[in-house]
């Protein structure tokens, strides 16, 4: 068969969707090295084909809004973001032949406004002082004055986000510890991947102790995540579901991401470097109880689009 007839009779390579999901597991062997019969995992979301965490919610929700006709030809996808859903979202529009537009603070990483730039997202700016919840209430402004131009994705609020890590994080997370996991720890954004992965994690084990993380005062420098008791709190918040709730103090989630960078071969993302420091603050507690623990974290994302901020030479 000639190559000319081979390549018309078979599809290779794998669709983009199906790169979402299924990320490493990776072990930080010498942040635990003092800690005997204690081990972190983080999960390197970095892996999906957007770079983060937030490809698994985006794709949930963007299927999710198509099955159900929310999303047909001719609309926009419009929401509120940070960043690294509207990352995913811009890359899933360019793909699957969608428009997009996004709410964001000004003041986002420029690395996040080329990558947006780049995939050819519609952005419509906020106040950066009014952070993620300015944003939030663009958007619900925009949809409310015009409706038919958008489906309104509303990641915080929709439960297609945190049934996506209910279908695949957690099940990734058991498959991959051989069911030994005893703690898991995320960071609160939307909260879609502490809410959808706890609550099948205590489905296979109710014993496994789930920890959120957020950051410690409204004011911080912990992007992505919220401060629950001055923001809006996301309507797929479930307060319920953690055994114990960490404030993670800016500085040390700096601190823990040069540290990682330079002693475990990582480059993480701030949110991600937060979730790892309050993950050694329970490994360091369990180990001085003389308890063995596999406490697993979620690498939401690698520092590149965090890398021209100051703390890094500071």
């Known amino acids: 068969m ?22 490493p597991l990776i072990r930080l062997e010498r942040l635990t090295a003092h800690l005997p019969g204690v081990q972190i995992l983080g ?4 892996a999906n084909p957007g770079g983060s965490v937030k490809d698994r919610a985006a794709s949930s929700i963007v299927l999710d809004a198509q099955a159900r006709g929310l999303l047909t030809p001719g609309k926009r996808l419009l929401d509120a973001t940070s960043g690294n859903t509207g990352i995913a979202y811009a890359m899933l529009g360019s ?57 309104y994705a509303d990641q915080y609020g929709n439960n297609a986000n945190w049934q996506a890590h209910y279908r695949t994080t957690a099940n990734e997370i058991w498959k991959q510890t ?10 609160l954004g939307t909260s879609g991947t502490f809410v959808g992965t706890t609550r099948r994690l205590k489905e296979l084990n109710p014993a496994i102790q789930c920890i959120s993380m957020q950051p410690d005062s409204p004011f911080n420098g912990l992007e992505g995540l919220k401060h629950m008791a001055t ?20 500085e040390a989630a700096y601190t823990m991401a040069k540290k990682l960078g330079r002693t475990e071969g990582l480059l993480v993302g701030v949110s991600a470097a937060a979730a790892v420091a309050t993950s050694l603050r329970i490994a360091e507690e369990e180990a001085a109880k003389g308890n063995e623990a596999v406490i697993v974290t979620i690498l939401c994302d690698s520092a590149d689009k965090y890398l021209s901020e100051r703390f890094w030479s500071e």
């Open 2 to 23: 000639s190559l000319a007839s081979a390549t018309t009779t078979s599809r290779l390579g794998t669709p983009l969707l199906e790169r979402i999901g299924n990320t």
């Open 43 to 46: 999960k390197a979301e970095w």
């Open 95 to 151: 793909a699957m032949g969608f428009g997009v537009t996004l709410c964001m603070p000004s003041n986002v990483s420029p690395e996040r406004k080329r990558i947006l730039q780049a995939y050819g997202a519609e952005i419509v700016w906020t106040e950066p002082g009014d952070g993620s919840d300015g944003a939030i209430r663009k958007a619900r402004e925009l949809a409310a004055n015009e409706g038919d131009k958008y489906f």
């Open 178 to 187: 051989e069911g030994q996991i005893t703690h898991f720890v995320a960071g």
């Open 231 to 250: 923001a809006i709190v996301p309507p797929i918040y479930d307060t319920t579901l953690a055994d114990r709730n960490v404030e993670m103090e800016t």
